[in-house]
């Protein structure tokens, strides 16, 4: 079975560009998660979608950050104009449910922004 | 409030002997805490969950103990070897939560 699908794997920006991420979720999972991972700490929620509806989005920094999940299967997360503190890793993750049930990750984004 | 708080950050521990990592929730209604391993450059992956109806569950070398009275849960991994050698991270969810709140990882280095 596939797992989780990000890409790309590594992303290096100046300030002000923008980037997109892109997920392929575990087939057939309805929930999809958007965690950002700074260095050497725990993962972040950003938002997370049920099917195509944003479930949660308020830790999302909606001046830059959109994500979207148009037909409830892949998803894209966009920065518009990247700063120095969005350098992360930005997880994808995947379950079917509620997330009290095992929710799987993809290997992630790494993204510096310099 | 919805942190979870995860002691130690760095955990150095001889091959053979047993590694302990300690979490603290604030939301009483939590009712899952899943545990998750993460190797450099991979993805966290769960290594073993616990649900709000259990105290202790145990596999694979792997012990999780749940207080729900001090709404503590911790991690004990027996017999250490060096795989792993890794950075731990705890969980917690709520009904009605905003999906998984992650601690802030402990990193675990085994020594031969």
């Known amino acids: 079975e596939a797992g989780v699908t990000q890409s790309p794997r590594y992303a290096v920006l100046q300030e002000g560009q923008a980037v997109s991420f892109w997920c392929d979720p575990i087939?057939?999972?309805?929930?999809l998660y958007w965690y950002q991972q700074p260095r050497d700490q725990g993962p972040q929620l950003l938002v997370y979608?049920?099917?195509?509806?944003?479930?949660?989005n308020s830790q999302l920094p909606s001046d830059r950050f959109s994500a979207v999940r148009p037909k409830g299967t892949n998803s894209t997360l966009k920065i518009q104009s990247a700063k120095q503190g969005d350098t992360a890793t930005y997880l994808c993750?995947?379950?079917?449910?509620?997330?009290?049930?095992?929710?799987?990750f993809g290997k992630g984004t790494r993204l510096t922004v310099v | 409030g919805e942190q979870v708080e995860q002691l130690p950050s760095i955990l150095r521990v001889q091959e053979g002997s047993s590694a302990s990592i300690n979490c603290t929730y604030e939301?009483?209604?939590?009712?899952?805490f899943p545990w998750y391993k993460q190797e450099p450059g991979e993805n966290p992956k769960l290594i073993i969950d616990?649900?709000?109806?259990?105290e202790r569950k145990q596999t694979q070398g792997l012990i999780v103990l749940l207080d729900k009275k001090a709404k503590r849960f911790s991690l004990h991994i027996t017999d250490t070897q060096p795989g792993d050698s890794a950075m731990y991270f705890c969980?917690?969810?709520?009904?009605?939560?905003?999906?998984?709140?992650f601690g802030t990882g402990t990193t675990v280095s085994v020594s031969p």
């Open positions: 993750a995947s379950s079917w449910g509620r997330a009290d049930t095992e929710v799987f």
């Open positions: 087939s057939g999972h309805d929930t």
């Open positions: 979608f049920r099917d195509e509806a944003v479930i949660d």
């Open positions: 939301n009483s209604a939590s009712n899952y």
């Open positions: 616990i649900r709000s109806n259990m």
């Open positions: 969980a917690a969810f709520y009904q009605g939560g905003r999906a998984l709140i």
